[in-house]
């Protein structure tokens, strides 16, 4: 079955120190690969997608990710961590439903950041 | 005014009234999208339309009723909704079905 894991629930980190979120998926074929942000009482931002091509794609606010075909991942990253990322983080596939691609989404990951 | 636009922001309403939710994209696309955001649980996708036809719906209960006149406007009719029926009810847009969708604030909804 199609479907999109995120681990960790809720991460608390330190401003100013790196950031990894994990996503796991699991698609037969070459997925579309998102990262959406929520930031409280808003809607989904797209911080990046992943569609073909180099497997490290660079997003918006200094996110990255890096797709690893081999271990069905595509983790988020940023270097240096800000007080304006504590958010909520959804990675998202796009698998294919006949001509359509459907989003299938993962529950998210909670961000909080330590002045 | 840019992106993907909500009104209202907030609605509370009773389990007997009826209210509707607009969304409007600005973006010039062509489909658009209906999702229900609850706690603990994944986005919950309700309806698509492309080109102003709907072309899905995810077994929505018929409280829950959709419309789009035009490519850039979607509403969705609410009637006799049921308290599980509060969550935060998301309107998307994208170019083409499925591809890479564009969000709007949301609606936070309670139904009391």
């Known amino acids: 079955a199609q479907s999109v894991t995120q681990p960790d629930i809720h991460i608390t980190v330190s401003e100013g120190a790196s950031l990894e979120l994990r996503c796991n998926y699991s698609?037969?074929?070459?997925?579309?690969l998102f990262w959406y942000v929520q930031s409280p009482g808003q809607g989904l931002q797209l911080l990046l997608k992943?569609?073909?091509?180099d497997t490290l794609v660079q997003g918006i606010k200094g996110f990255e990710a890096e797709f690893k075909r081999s271990q069905s991942s595509f983790n988020l990253r940023k270097p240096s961590v800000h007080w304006s990322d504590a958010a909520e983080y959804f990675c998202?596939?796009?698998?294919?439903?006949?001509?359509?691609?459907?989003?299938?989404w993962g529950l998210g990951t909670s961000l909080g950041v330590n002045p | 005014e840019t992106g993907v636009t909500q009104t209202p922001r907030h609605l509370v309403m009773g389990m007997t009234n009826k209210k509707s939710l607009k969304c409007e994209q600005h973006?010039?696309?062509?489909?658009m999208y209906w999702y229900k955001q609850s706690a603990k649980k994944p986005l919950e996708l309700m309806f698509v339309?492309?080109?102003?036809?709907?072309?899905e719906n995810n077994s929505v209960p018929s409280r829950f009723s959709p419309e789009c006149p035009n490519s850039s406007h979607l509403f969705l009719h609410l009637h006799t909704l049921q308290p599980e029926d509060s969550a935060l009810y998301l309107c998307?847009?994208?170019?083409?079905?499925?591809?890479?969708?564009?969000f709007g604030p949301g609606t936070r909804l309670l139904v009391l």
């Open positions: 998307a847009s994208s170019q083409r079905s499925q591809e890479t969708q564009y």
């Open positions: 973006l010039g696309h062509n489909a």
């Open positions: 339309y492309n080109f102003k036809e709907q072309t």
């Open positions: 698609y037969g074929a070459t997925p579309y």
């Open positions: 992943y569609f073909s091509g």
């Open positions: 998202a596939v796009g698998a294919r439903a006949g001509n359509n691609r459907k989003l299938i």
